[in-house]
């Protein structure tokens, strides 16, 4: 699974099959010894462990794999990196990278590469334990409004979220400082406009380490104007509900005390995060042949 566009609305719809089916209690274990190596050459929390959690509970060997202790450090490439674990028996590898569509340089690699983030460019992970975050809560995408607001141009969450829920029927629409969005302004509003709308707000975290520039305002001045306060928080509809990546900028996309609302999904999405890639990685598994890169 390296993107969103490579599956169709069908393909997508079965993985959240089963990762639905893993948060009901279902459970499944590898057949014999299956190894696998999460490369993380990006910082994460969540992704990384929730990974190795999917993995453990899938009954698969967790190879540890630490950028800062490999020969990354003296200067091995990405592909002969990923070369050598194949060689050495790995049988599915995980990797977040900085490069967008790092995967365009592991050719020649055959075993199921999972993409864990690629730069600015997609994290369909994330997205499969946000549609079942979603899907727990209305039971459907079809006619549901999603508002992403925040460091759009910035944010693979954005660009793999908005792909899926367009591909599953619902109707997405972005904000936040119209610097941050590249794409088509009819479906851009402002915060304050998207509000009494949306049935999910999804929050995104503003991507520091990617800016190149300043931006025209402060930290402080963020949240009044492009964040959701509590004032905002209180025009939302009764069951929208709140969503957010994370890490959080507390106070910066989000007031502090919105973070454990009630109306928050936050630490459930990351509660699903296991459950998505259990049903990510056993897909993986299951691929025959295995996955091919383009
Ligand atoms: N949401 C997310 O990708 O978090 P991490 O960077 O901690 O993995």
């Known amino acids: 699974m390296l993107t969103i566009q490579d599956f169709s609305k069908e393909g997508l719809l079965q993985i959240l099959d089963e990762a639905i089916a893993f948060s009901d209690g279902k459970t499944a274990k590898v057949q014999g010894e299956v190894f696998v190596a999460n490369l993380f050459f990006e910082n994460s929390t969540r ?26 450090k003296k200067g091995e490439t990405l592909y002969d990196t990923v070369k050598t674990l194949e060689s050495i028996g790995i049988d599915l590898v995980v990797i977040r990278h900085s490069e967008n569509e790092y995967w365009k ?6 075993i199921p590469i999972i993409n864990g983030g690629d730069g600015t460019g997609n994290h369909p992970s994330q ?3 946000d549609l079942l975050t979603i899907y727990q809560e209305f039971g459907k995408f ?3 409004k ?17 792909e899926a829920l367009g591909k599953l029927g619902a ?26 709308e949306v049935d999910v707000l999804m929050l995104l975290r503003i991507q520091h380490e990617r800016h190149s520039e300043a931006s025209a305002f402060s930290v402080e001045d963020y949240l009044e104007k492009y964040g959701l306060t509590k004032a905002r928080e209180k025009r939302m509809k009764p069951n929208a509900i709140i969503m957010h990546p994370a890490p959080i900028n507390r106070g910066v996309e989000i007031d502090s005390d919105l973070v454990e609302c009630e109306r928050s999904r936050i630490f459930k999405q990351m509660k699903n995060g296991v459950f998505a890639r259990m049903a990510i990685l056993n897909r993986a598994r299951k691929q025959e042949p295995r996955i091919k890169i383009k």
């Open 146 to 162: 999603v508002g992403i607001c925040g460091d759009v141009k910035h944010s693979r969450v954005a660009n793999s979220a908005a």
């Open 47 to 72: 992704t990384k462990i929730s990974f190795e959690v999917a993995e453990r509970k899938l009954g698969m060997q967790v190879v540890p794999f630490e950028v800062e202790h490999s020969s990354v």
């Open 105 to 110: 340089n592991l050719q020649g690699i055959d």
């Open 142 to 144: 079809e006619g549901l």
């Open 127 to 129: 997205t499969m334990l």
């Open 171 to 196: 109707e997405v629409y972005f904000s936040g400082p119209e610097e941050w969005f590249a794409g088509d302004l009819k479906n851009f509003r402002t915060i304050d406009e998207l509000l009494p």
